[in-house]
């Protein structure tokens, strides 16, 4: 790690980007990271009841809509009440994959291998690129949506950040794989990943900065 006078950040692999060493400066990275998955695993499961609820006229738009206030969703969920049954079927997806990627992800940190992570991270990306056309198809502009939009951006940006960073102390491995939270044998051990990176060649030595990681976000 270098020495940048803030105690939360490092650089990654590369020597170029910045990335996280804990979260929200509190807790180990490791945990942040399975905290955001619990999270996406328990609102994908909310998502599926309210969906079920909706089609079997349980429940009208407008109530569908106000259980998901929280601005992603609501605007996701605005998005397939203006077109119509195929979106409605697109959400159900959306939110079916957000589950199975959660699901990998935890199976991966786990097992201290990051490509499930670096997966999950990918997702992120593509995930919040479709919930922001879908805002911007459907607000209003009010004051409202602007600071839901700009709160839910940052928040979702930082999570990705973190993703990202847990991957990346992964692949670094050693001292930064133990200070995200992972224990000495799980540290020490060289992943798949790196492995195929590697090829024939030698594991390198303790210390030794490994190459960097040619999956980065966006």
């Known amino acids: 790690s270098l020495n940048t006078g803030m105690p939360n950040v490092a650089l990654d692999s590369s020597g170029r980007y910045p990335r996280a060493t804990n979260f929200f400066g509190c807790i180990f990275l490791k945990q942040g990271v399975q905290c955001i998955c619990y999270a996406q695993i328990l609102s994908s499961m909310m998502m599926f009841v309210l969906i079920a609820l ?4 349980f429940i009208d738009e407008e109530q569908f809509l106000t259980a998901h206030y929280y601005a992603s969703s609501k605007r996701l969920f605005m998005a397939s009440m203006l077109y119509g049954a195929p979106a409605l079927l697109l959400i159900t997806m959306f939110y ?3 589950f199975g990627f959660a699901v990998k992800c935890l199976m991966s940190i786990e097992k201290a291998e ?4 670096r997966y999950y991270y990918l997702y992120q990306v593509w995930a919040l690129s479709f919930s922001l056309a879908a805002f911007l ?3 209003h502009w009010s004051a409202g949506d602007v600071i839901n939009m700009i709160i839910d951006l ?7 950040w973190c993703i990202w960073s847990l991957h990346e102390a992964l692949i670094i491995g ?3 794989a133990l200070l995200a939270g ?12 790196l492995s195929s990176e590697a090829g024939n060649a030698s594991a390198p030595a303790a210390g030794v900065v490994v190459p960097p990681s040619s999956f980065l976000p966006g």
């Open 54 to 57: 909706l089609v079997l006229a």
């Open 96 to 98: 079916a994959a957000e």
């Open 114 to 117: 990051p490509d499930g992570i």
């Open 137 to 139: 198809m459907t607000t």
């Open 154 to 160: 940052g928040l979702w940006l930082y999570f990705i």
């Open 174 to 176: 050693g001292s930064s």
């Open 182 to 193: 992972f224990g000495h044998v799980r540290a020490s051990e060289q992943s798949g990943l």
